[in-house]
Nanobody, 128 residues
């Protein structure tokens, strides 16, 4: 069992930055690939980024590539999402998720159905 708790969301002006954190419980955090997803009001959940169990591979949605960076610290059981150059269209609830997966990250990790555990989400609002 893995419990995930996101933090770091808030209100920021366009062009600003935020860093989200996702703290995981359990001793097997390093066995999980981690993903970030987001859901804006009235829209479907969409993939943002994923990172492999050891941080060796990552994958990003085209909409955030070059602006967002996913990283993890297995010693702290935490995954991060650094978000720079934020745009109003980045406004959403951001969720982290864990998948029991020890391979490299592929496009498969963009599929929410693959993930075993989800956090409760943190709100990010970007004002224009």
């Amino acid at each position: 069992q893995v419990q995930l708790v996101e933090s770091g969301g808030g209100l920021v002006q366009a062009g600003g930055s935020l860093r989200l954190s996702c703290a995981a419980s359990g001793r097997t955090f390093s066995s999980y690939a981690m993903g970030w997803f987001r859901q804006a009001p009235g829209k479907e959940r969409e993939f943002v980024a994923a990172i492999s169990w050891n941080g060796g591979s990552t994958y990003y949605a085209d909409s955030v590539k070059g602006r967002f960076t996913v990283s993890r610290d297995n010693a702290k059981n935490t995954v991060y999402l650094q978000m720079n150059s934020l745009k109003p269209e980045d406004t959403a609830v951001y969720y982290c998720a864990a998948e029991a997966h020890l391979g490299r990250i592929t496009t498969a990790q963009a599929m929410g159905a693959r993930y075993d555990y989800w956090g409760q989400g943190t709100q990010v609002t970007v004002s224009s």
